[in-house]
């Protein structure tokens, strides 16, 4: 990741876990995958929130399609909307199956359309965003627009 972008999760309110906007997901980080002796790599489980979801790719790429432009990638399980340097929603795949869905801010770039549609997209599907600190956001643009303003990178970018 660049110091010029902001990472989101995105998973579904319902599932194996309800969830909801306020509630911070620290408890899903695996710290036994870490290697770092500071903890300070820990890695957060966002495929639990998938798991068993009956929601397949085909199921939302034709709504994503209207939207934005397919990108990239260097995976078959990988598929990219938008530029991987820049805007995009990056949804990794097992057999069909969504493992997890995400997408990158860059704040060097007029994001507020791309932010616009990520947003419709969530509500569309009942999917919440994440923020990179796991904390559930609110779907709207000033609350996420605020957090990645508030985020280090973006004050570093100053």
């Known amino acids: ?3 010029y972008q902001y990472d989101f ?3 579904p309110r319902k ?3 309800t969830v909801f906007e306020g509630l911070n997901l620290n408890s899903f980080l695996n ?3 870490l290697n770092d002796p500071n903890g300070e790599l820990e890695l957060f489980e966002d495929d639990l929130f998938w798991k068993n979801h009956t929601l397949k790719f085909i199921d ?3 709504y994503l399609e209207k ?3 397919r990108g990239e990638s260097w995976s078959k399980n990988l598929i990219i909307f938008g530029h991987n340097d820049e805007n995009c929603i990056k949804i990794l795949l097992e057999k069909g199956i969504i493992v997890s869905i995400g997408f990158r801010i860059n704040f060097t770039l007029d994001y507020g359309k791309f932010l616009k549609v990520v947003i419709d997209f969530c509500q569309y599907f009942d999917f919440l965003v994440v923020s990179s600190d796991l904390n559930i956001l609110e ?3 000033d609350v996420i627009n605020k957090t990645i303003r508030d985020s280090n990178s973006f004050k570093r970018f100053l």
């Open 1 to 3: 990741m660049s110091v």
């Open 9 to 11: 999760f995105i998973i």
């Open 15 to 17: 599932n194996v876990y």
């Open 60 to 62: 939302i790429s034709k």
């Open 139 to 141: 779907l709207d643009f």
């Open 31 to 33: 710290k036994e995958l």
């Open 67 to 69: 939207k934005l432009r």
